[in-house]
């Protein structure tokens, strides 16, 4: 099986699809007696259900995986038990509050309009090919650090240009995968040797590491002038901010002081950061790319996402003349939450192509899963995202289609799917609390372009998902732009 594995390492998604289909979507690995990688692969929805909600409590992250996420350190993906609970608390308190929401859609508006558009204006007009990918990598990670950090790095630029901690935060991605699929015993001698993955992983953590405690010191510094200055300004939201403000008023009220005290620490505001930052950048850019290229090549679907677009322009034409009758190039949060046929077509590409392909969970206890198999105590188990959205099963005959229509009700609304079915924002306790702010995202950029560019994929060019934590194109994704007159 080992051989077999390594032979198909090029395309590992895809040789993990067939396996499971031959294996009625359950299957057990074994590595070499050495190698200490024996585990268990499923895309059993039922499976899912009870590792992901009803037995929850038996497969945590486990000290095996945390190694493997060291970067994260103690943040909410590594986190296990109380700490992960809390920290889940305190991140939904902030991005549900409506300061966050508000704050959110002015930095995308303010991304859009100065980064994005300026972008792929100049790609149309001056014709050149362009990566989408690059360019939605760098999007996410200005709008990302902005809405954490209060920080644009203004990595989307004309210039494309070369940020060292941007870079390190890429390298890190990478490095993190390969822990995942080599033996332990061989990444941590490459650790100790300082030499290989091992030896850049630790080069990429300093450099983001420094500018994550540059980040939290200034933030420090602001809040400490603000208050002896008395001013009453309010400064623009973001959440490294508005935990260091709650840590304080909560240990002031001697409320909830044990999570006042953890906001107050450096080295936690770091974790916090840090796996925000990953999971905002990687969800919306991934599912982004994937999109505009199923959409390129699907015709169709296109038109039928222009066509629920003019639908929609008597309206936004009315709010614009209510505003403040200034044309805009692009929609509102509260215009696309309206688009029920785009929201479909991402619902679809992420049900393909899931940011996400793997979850990885270790077993506290022995136990029985509910297709048979027999799990030992602390065994690996891999959830594959990437072959559920391709099981017959689950999404029938045609669930190699790309058909939005698969979400859409007779009576026109979204058809909800549960969670341990649809699972690119991951199931049960530990589902992605950032699952509406990803979508506003996700709507706003694909408006704007479908609305103002035609997009073509460069002819010949390669397309296939990498090896990596999240869903990147191996190749990236080359096209031209035009601009769209229809309007």
């Known amino acids: 099986m080992l051989s077999t594995l390594v032979l198909n390492t090029h395309q590992l998604h895809e040789f993990a699809t067939r396996v499971l289909k031959k294996s009625r979507g359950t299957l057990e690995f074994k590595g070499p007696w050495f190698a200490k990688m024996d585990f268990i692969i499923t895309s059993d929805p039922m499976n899912v259900h009870y590792i992901s909600s009803k037995n929850f409590s038996n497969y945590p992250k486990g000290p095996d995986l945390r190694m493997i996420l060291e970067p994260f350190g103690d943040g909410v993906f590594a986190a296990d038990g109380n700490l992960w609970k809390m920290q889940r608390k305190m991140i939904h308190s902030v991005i549900k509050h409506k300061k966050f929401e508000s704050a959110l859609e002015k930095t995308i508006y303010q991304k859009l309009e100065n980064g994005l558009i300026p972008v792929l204006d100049h790609a149309s007009e001056v014709g050149i090919k362009v990566d989408l990918q690059d ?23 004309f210039e494309f240009p070369q940020v060292a901690y941007a870079n390190a935060f890429n390298a890190t991605e990478q490095a993190v995968f390969y822990r995942h699929i080599v033996p332990k015993s061989w990444w941590k001698l490459q650790k100790w040797l300082h030499i290989g993955k091992e030896k850049e992983l630790s080069k990429a953590i300093k450099t983001f590491d420094r500018f ?69 950048k990687e969800t919306v850019s991934s599912g982004l790319v994937w999109f505009f290229w199923l959409v390129a090549t ?14 929609n322009m008597v309206m936004q034409k009315q709010e614009e003349e209510e505003d403040d009758g200034e044309k805009r190039l692009f929609l509102d949060a509260k215009q696309v939450n309206r688009m029920v046929y785009l929201h479909a077509a991402l619902c679809e590409t992420l049900r393909l192509y899931p940011p996400v392909p793997y979850n990885h969970k270790i077993s506290a206890q022995a136990d029985v899963l509910p ?17 559920m959205g391709r099981m017959e099963e689950i999404w029938g005959k045609d669930c190699l289609e790309f058909k939005p229509e698969r979400w859409i009700s007779e009576r026109g609304s979204i058809v909800h799917v549960p969670s341990y079915k649809f699972t690119a924002f991951h199931a049960g306790p530990r589902n992605c609390l ?11 950029v694909a408006a704007l372009i479908l609305r103002n560019y035609q997009v073509k994929i460069v002819q010949g060019h390669p397309v296939s998902p990498s090896n990596s934590m999240v869903l990147h194109m191996k190749y990236g994704l080359k096209v031209q732009l035009s601009k769209r007159t229809i309007w």
């Not at 939201?237 to 001697?254: C, Q, R, S």
């Not at 699907?298 to 639908?311: C, G, Q, T």
Request: with cysteine; proline share 1%; glycine share 4%.
């Open 135 to 157: 360019v939605f990598q760098r999007f996410t990670f200005d709008n990302i650090c902005m809405s954490v950090l209060g920080i644009n790095p203004n990595y989307l630029s």
């Open 298 to 311: 699907h015709p169709s679907v296109e038109n039928k996402i222009l066509e629920e677009m003019k639908a």
């Open 371 to 387: 297709s048979g198999h027999r799990i030992n105590k602390n065994h690996s188990i891999l959830i594959s995202y990437y072959a």
């Open 434 to 444: 950032g699952k509406d702010t990803a979508f506003i995202q996700m709507k706003m």
């Open 212 to 280: 994550l405690y540059e980040c939290i010191s200034l933030k420090r510094e602001r809040l400490l002038t603000s208050r002896k200055a008395s001013t009453e300004e309010e400064e623009e939201f973001d959440v490294l901010t508005a935990f260091m403000v709650e840590g304080e008023e909560e240990e002031e009220m001697n409320e909830d002081r044990e999570i006042g005290a953890l906001k107050k620490n450096d080295k936690f505001l770091r974790d916090t950061a840090f796996n925000l930052l990953a999971a905002g």
